[in-house]
C-alpha cells in the first residue's frame, strides 16, 4: 500500500524536499508496524518519518470541540458519551436521530460558517431558505456543536409555550426552533404566542442563552408583519438573519457528490449521470434536498439518466416528488397518509385505533402492511426519529408534506376522506375555501363540501376559528360559521396597539370585506383607531391597508385633527410613556424607533415634508436626551469569538471532484 509513497519519496529526496515526512492514516497503526514504515521511509532517504495512525486520530477528534464544529459529520462517527454528559449526549441522540444519515453527508458552507459566527456574537441566528435549502441540517449541526464546545443542554422546541416553559436562568442553554412560524404554511395562531414569548428570549440572550430558529423564506416574510420584532430587536440585524441558499459554486458540487456517493444508487446508474453533474452543481435551482432525492434509488431509481431528465429533476423537484407518491402501492400510500392525517407526526408504535383503523379501511390493506410500510419507507419519504416522549413518525423533509397536499388535492376521492379522517386541527392548517389563495395550502375545499367542513371544525376553539375565518374562508363558509358560532364575534371590542397587529383585527377587517361585520361592531373599531392614535400614536390606519378599510374618509379625517390638536403639541408626554416601557434588557438606542417612526408619518401627513423637518428635528432632540439618560441602566449581552473562522470557499476543478462519484 505504501510502496507508491517510498517512491515517490525517493523522487523527493533527490530534488532536495524531502527532509521531513508525514503520514496520516485512518488504519490502525501498531508498534511494530509503525517502526518498520518509519525505517523504510528513512532508508528511502526521509531524513524524519512520522506516523499517524486512527487512534491518533480519535485523539484529536475527542481533544477538540473546535474541530468538532468545523466538521459536524463527525459526530456521526464515533461514541458521543465520551465527549459530552449524560443530559447532553441524551438531547444529542434526539436530535441526530431527527437527521437520519444526513450528518455524515453535511457540508460546512459559507453560511454554516456565518451561522456559528452570529450564534457565538449575538447569541441567536435565523436561518432562513426556500423549501429544501438546507436550514435543518444546518440547525442539527450548530445544535450537536453547542452541546459540544459551549457544554450547553440543547432543548429542541416545538413551540413558543415550549420555551417559555422550559427557559431556566441557571444553566447553560441552547434552544433551537426548527420551522418557527410553520412547516409548510404561515401559522398564524400562533403569532400572540411568539410575541408574548419575545421579551422572554430577549433576556434570556442577555443571559447567556442561545437561540437557533429556522423557517422558509416566505412564511417568515409573512410572520415579521405580525410579529412584534422589536421586542427581539436583533430579529432585524442581517448579521443574524442569514439567507442559506447562497451556496458557491463548489459548495453545491461537494453537496452534490457527498450524496450521491453516499446514496444507495447502483454504481451503474451514477457511472450514467457522472458527466452531468459539472452542470447541475452549476445550476441556480440547485437544492440540496433535491441531490439527497437524486441520490437516492427510491426516489430516482426510475428516472432517465439523459441530462435532460436529470436537469428537470432539479427544475421541477416538487413534480417528481408528487409523481413519485401517486405511483406508491396502496400500504405505502397508507402509510405516508397516517401522517399526514395526523399532522405530520404521530407516536410509534402508531395506535390501533383512530386514524389508522380509517386508513386501513379506505385503502383496503391491513394494519400490518401500513407498518411495514412506514419501515419501508424509513430513509426515504419517512423518517423514525425520538424526542422526550419517545419514538415518533414524521417526513423525512416537510417537502412530503407539500407533496402529498398536492397529491390529496388532485384526487376527490381521497378529498371526501381526508375531510371525514383528519384531525380538526390538520383541517385548520391544510386547506382553505374555494378560490382564497394563501402560499404552501394547496388543498381547495369547494362549496359542496362546506356542510362537511362546518362540521368538523364547529367544536374548535373561537381563538382558531378566528384565524381559520381571518385567512383562509370565504365569504360563504365564514357566514355559515358565523351562523353556527355565534361567539367568534364575542369581544371584538378592545384591541392591542398596534392595532394593525391584533388579531381580531384580522377577522373585523375580513367581515367588513365579506360585507358580514355588524355595524355596532364597526363603529367600536372606529373608535379604538381613533384612541390609539391618539393616545399611543398608533399609525395603523395610515400605514395598513386593511385597518383603512374599515374606516370612511371623513373618519380617517376626523382622526387625523385630533392628532393635530391633541397629540403632537405634547410629544414629551409620548417620550415619557414610551420610556416607562423600557426594560435594561434592550438597547436604548432601539426602544424609540417605533415612535420616530410614528411621529414622522404623522408630521409628514398633517404638516407636509417641509414644515415637519424642525418638528422631528425637536423630536429627536427630547429622544436623544431621554437615551443618555438610560443608557447607564444598560449592560450588553455578552458575546465571544466564532470557534470556527471564517475564509474564502475553496475552488476546484468540478469534473475533477466526480471522477470517482461511480466507485
Known amino acids: 500500500m505504501l510502496q507508491d509513497e517510498i517512491e515517490k519519496v525517493k523522487n523527493l529526496v533527490a530534488q532536495g524536499i524531502a527532509r521531513d515526512y508525514i503520514i496520516l492514516t485512518n488504519h ?152 418557527a412560524w410553520g412547516s409548510t404554511q404561515y401559522q398564524r395562531d400562533r403569532t400572540e404566542s411568539w410575541n408574548r414569548v419575545l421579551p422572554l428570549i430577549q433576556a434570556a440572550i442577555k443571559r447567556g442563552t442561545r437561540f437557533l430558529l429556522t423557517s422558509r423564506d416566505y412564511i417568515w416574510e409573512a410572520a415579521k408583519r405580525d410579529l412584534k420584532v422589536h421586542s427581539l430587536p436583533l430579529l432585524t440585524h442581517s448579521q443574524v438573519v442569514i439567507n442559506v441558499q447562497g451556496y458557491h459554486e463548489a459548495e453545491k458540487a461537494q453537496i452534490l457528490y457527498n450524496h450521491i456517493r453516499m446514496g444507495d444508487q447502483p454504481a451503474a446508474f451514477r457511472a450514467a449521470i457522472k458527466g452531468h453533474l459539472p452542470a447541475i452543481a452549476s445550476r441556480d435551482d440547485f437544492l440540496p434536498e433535491t441531490a439527497r432525492r437524486l441520490g437516492s434509488q427510491f426516489l430516482a431509481g426510475n428516472i432517465k ?94 417537502t412530503v408534506g407539500d407533496a402529498f397536499s398536492t397529491y390529496v388535492s388532485r384526487n376527490p376521492e381521497f378529498l371526501d376522506f381526508f375531510l371525514r379522517g383528519a384531525k380538526p386541527e390538520t383541517l385548520m392548517r391544510e386547506v382553505v375555501c374555494g378560490t382564497v389563495e394563501l402560499r404552501g395550502a394547496s388543498v381547495a ?41 355565534k361567539d367568534l364575534l364575542r369581544g371584538l371590542q378592545s384591541f392591542a396597539t398596534p392595532i394593525a397587529q391584533d388579531a381580531d383585527t384580522s377577522l373585523l377587517v375580513r367581515l367588513h370585506e365579506y360585507g358580514i361585520l355588524p355595524p355596532d361592531l364597526r363603529h367600536g373599531f372606529v373608535e379604538a383607531v381613533k384612541k390609539a392614535a391618539v393616545e399611543e400614536a398608533d399609525t395603523s390606519f395610515l400605514d395598513d391597508d386593511g385597518v383603512a378599510s374599515v374606516l370612511t374618509d371623513r373618519e380617517e379625517e376626523e382622526i387625523l385633527e385630533e392628532v393635530r390638536s391633541v397629540l ?31 411621529i414622522a408619518t404623522f408630521v409628514k401627513v398633517t404638516y407636509g415634508a417641509e414644515l415637519a423637518k424642525d418638528f422631528l428635528a425637536s423630536t429627536e432632540r427630547l429622544i436623544s436626551n431621554a437615551v443618555d439618560d438610560m443608557q447607564s441602566d444598560y449592560t450588553p449581552a455578552p458575546s465571544e469569538a466564532s470557534p470556527i473562522k471564517g475564509g474564502d470557499t475553496m475552488s476546484s476543478p468540478l469534473v475533477g471532484l466526480f471522477r470517482d462519484v461511480d466507485a
Open 28 to 179: 490502525p497503526v501498531s508498534g511494530v508496524a509503525e517502526a518498520e514504515i518509519k525505517a523504510q521511509f528513512e532508508k528511502a532517504g526521509a531524513e524524519r518519518c512520522s506516523v499517524f495512525g486512527k487512534d491518533w486520530i480519535v485523539g484529536e477528534i475527542v481533544k477538540s470541540s473546535r474541530l468538532r464544529m468545523l466538521v459536524p459529520r463527525l459526530y456521526g462517527l464515533g461514541d458521543l458519551s465520551q465527549i459530552l454528559d449524560d443530559r447532553a449526549y441524551e438531547q444529542a441522540g434526539m436530535i441526530l436521530s431527527a437527521m437520519g444519515d444526513d450528518l455524515k453527508k453535511l457540508v460546512v458552507t459559507d453560511a454554516h460558517k456565518r451561522s456559528v459566527e452570529a450564534i457565538s456574537r449575538h447569541n441567536l441566528v435565523l436561518l432562513l431558505g426556500a423549501p429544501a435549502a438546507g436550514k435543518s441540517t444546518i440547525g442539527a449541526s450548530l445544535a450537536v456543536g453547542a452541546a459540544d464546545i459551549w457544554k450547553s443542554l440543547t432543548l429542541r422546541a416545538t413551540s413558543p409555550e415550549y420555551i417559555e416553559q422550559h427557559l431556566n436562568p441557571r444553566e447553560q442553554q441552547f434552544i433551537w426552533v426548527d420551522d
Open 305 to 398: 439518466t439523459d441530462k435532460a431528465t436529470v436537469e428537470k429533476f432539479f427544475a421541477s423537484p416538487e413534480g417528481f416528488l408528487v409523481d413519485t407518491i401517486s405511483g406508491l402501492a396502496r400500504d405505502c400510500l397508507a402509510a405516508v397518509a397516517v401522517i399526514y392525517l395526523s399532522g405530520g407526526v404521530i407516536a410509534s408504535p402508531v395506535p390501533d385505533e383512530g386514524v389508522l383503523q380509517e386508513v386501513t379501511a379506505v385503502y383496503g390493506v391491513s394494519a400490518i402492511q401500513v407498518r411495514d410500510a412506514l419501515t419501508s419507507l424509513n430513509g426515504s419519504l419517512l423518517l423514525l426519529a425520538h424526542n422526550e416522549q419517545g419514538r415518533y413518525w414524521t417526513y423525512k423533509h416537510p
Open 445 to 485: 375545499i369547494l362549496p359542496n363540501h362546506y356542510t362537511l367542513l362546518l362540521e368538523r371544525l364547529k367544536g374548535v376553539s373561537v381563538f382558531l376559528l378566528r384565524n381559520f375565518v381571518s385567512y383562509r374562508a370565504d365569504a360563504a363558509f365564514a357566514a355559515l360559521l358565523l351562523h353556527e358560532r
Open 568 to 598: 403632537l403639541p405634547n410629544i414629551d408626554d409620548q417620550i415619557r410613556r414610551v420610556r416607562t416601557q423600557w426594560d435594561s434588557d434592550y438597547p436604548p438606542d432601539d426602544h424609540f424607533d417605533e415612535l420616530r417612526g410614528s
